[in-house]
C-alpha cells in the first residue's frame, strides 16, 4: 500500500510542478506566494490563500487581484470588468469567463495570443480541470466468491484530471472506495485505484464516458462459514490479504451538469479481461457529485 500511495502522490507532485512555479510578490502591500499557471503580455498567478482560491493578473509591473465578492445571495462578479479594463482595446467577451483556473487560463492564453502573434502557450496541461467528489452506492462484489449474490454498500471519494484543450475526451482518475460488510455477506475492503476514462459523448451539460480501472490496490477481509464433515461442525473462519493488480476493469458513466459541479451516475466493474467473475450478473451502481476545483 506504502507504494501505491506514493506512486499516486509522485504523479501528483509531477503535474503541479509541470503546471506552476512560485514565487513572492507584493500585492497591495500584502506579500504572497503565488504560482505561475499563464506567463506572458498578461501573467496569470493564483494560489490557495487561507483556504481560499485567490487569482491575480499581472501586466507589466501591476498585479491585480480578480475578485468575486458576494452582496446577500448574489456574486457580484467584479473579475470580469477588471478583465475588460486589464485587455484594454482587444475586444474579448468576459461574459463566459468563469473565475476558476481552467476557464482563466483559456482568457488569458486567448489575449496574449491576440497581442503577441509569437506567443505560445503550453499545448499540454493547458487547460486542466481538476473535479473532486463523493459518491455511493451498492456492489455485489462480482469478482470475489459471493455466494449468495449479496449486494453491500460502498462509498468512496475521488480526484478528476481532465485537459479540455490537449486531451478533450480523455480524463484520470484516481479513486479511494471503501466496500461496507454485513450480516447477510460479510465482505468488506478498502480500494485505491487509478483508472482512465473516455469521454464518448461531450455536450455543455452533460458527458458520457468509458470507465477503465487500469490499476488496483485491493485490502479486503472476510469471514466465512466452513462446514466440517468430519466433526459434524460449522466454524466460521476469517481470511484477509491485499494485492496489487492491473485488472483492467470496465464501467460507464455519466456526468450531468448541476450548479457549479457535476451529478455523477456509474456503473461501475462490469467486466474485465483479467479478472474471473463469479458468474454472477455485475451489480455495483453508484450516484456522486463532483465539484470542480
Not at 509531477?14 to 506552476?20: G, P, Y
Not at 501573467?43 to 507589466?60: C, H, M, P, S, V
Not at 492564453?109 to 459518491?135: C, H, I, Q, W
Not at 485488472?247 to 448541476?258: E, R, S, T
Amino acid at each position: 500500500m506504502k507504494r501505491f500511495i506514493l506512486l499516486c502522490c509522485g504523479l501528483l507532485l509531477s503535474l503541479s510542478t509541470i503546471t506552476a512555479q512560485t514565487d513572492t510578490y507584493s500585492v497591495n502591500n500584502q506579500s504572497y506566494e503565488l504560482k505561475t499557471d499563464v506567463e506572458g503580455p498578461m501573467t496569470l498567478l493564483w494560489n490557495i490563500i487561507d483556504q481560499e482560491y485567490r487569482y491575480f493578473a499581472k501586466k507589466g509591473t501591476t498585479i491585480t487581484e480578480l475578485t468575486n465578492t458576494k452582496d446577500g445571495k448574489k456574486y457580484q462578479e467584479e473579475y470580469k470588468k477588471q478583465l475588460q479594463e486589464l485587455t484594454g482595446n482587444v475586444s474579448l467577451n468576459t461574459d463566459k469567463v468563469k473565475l476558476t483556473l481552467a476557464s482563466l487560463r483559456r482568457f488569458f492564453n486567448t489575449y496574449n495570443k491576440e497581442v503577441d502573434p509569437s506567443y505560445k502557450e503550453n499545448s499540454f496541461l493547458t487547460n486542466m480541470e481538476y473535479r473532486l467528489g463523493a459518491f455511493a452506492g451498492i456492489t455485489n462484489s462480482v469478482f470475489v466468491d459471493n455466494p449468495n449474490n449479496t449486494s453491500n454498500t460502498q462509498f468512496g471519494i475521488d480526484f478528476e484530471l481532465y485537459d479540455a484543450t490537449a486531451l478533450p475526451s480523455h480524463a484520470i482518475v484516481f479513486q479511494y472506495k471503501q466496500t461496507l460488510s454485513s450480516d447477510e455477506f460479510d465482505y468488506s475492503a478498502a480500494q485505491f485505484s487509478i483508472n482512465h476514462r473516455f469521454k464518448f459523448i461531450k455536450k455543455p451539460t452533460f458527458q458520457i464516458y468509458l470507465n477503465t480501472k487500469l490499476v488496483t490496490f485491493t485490502t479486503a477481509k472476510r469471514s466465512q462459514e466452513i462446514d466440517d464433515d468430519t466433526i459434524g461442525l460449522i466454524a466460521v473462519g476469517d481470511s484477509s490479504g491485499s494485492s496489487l493488480q492491473g485488472p483492467v476493469i470496465f464501467g460507464l458513466g455519466a456526468d450531468i451538469k448541476i450548479g457549479k459541479g457535476y451529478l455523477s451516475l456509474n456503473y461501475n466493474d462490469a467486466y474485465s479481461f483479467i479478472l474471473d467473475d463469479n458468474g454472477e450478473f455485475p451489480v455495483d451502481l453508484t450516484i456522486g457529485y463532483r465539484f470542480v476545483l
